[in-house]
């Protein structure tokens, strides 16, 4: 079974967490998430790029839940 999470954390603790993590389970990713907040508040660009990807994960995990 894969697990995908999204947790919030101090720039500080990163290196620590990902060693920890592949020390300790089978790490298949892993990626720092720019803070996107700013750019999503000002930039209707960016706002819908972002509904466009929501839009398609939506539209995937439908279909892969019609075919399994």
């Known amino acids: 079974m894969i697990i995908n999470i999204t947790i919030e954390m101090e720039s500080l603790e990163v290196v620590n967490f990902e060693r920890w993590l592949r020390e300790n389970v089978n790490v298949k990713d892993f990626t720092v998430i720019p803070d996107t907040n700013e750019l999503y508040q000002n930039d209707n660009t960016f706002k819908s790029l ?14 892969y ?3 399994r």
């Open 50 to 63: 972002c509904k466009k990807v929501s839009d398609a994960k939506r539209v995937r995990d439908s279909y």
């Open 65 to 67: 839940n019609e075919k």
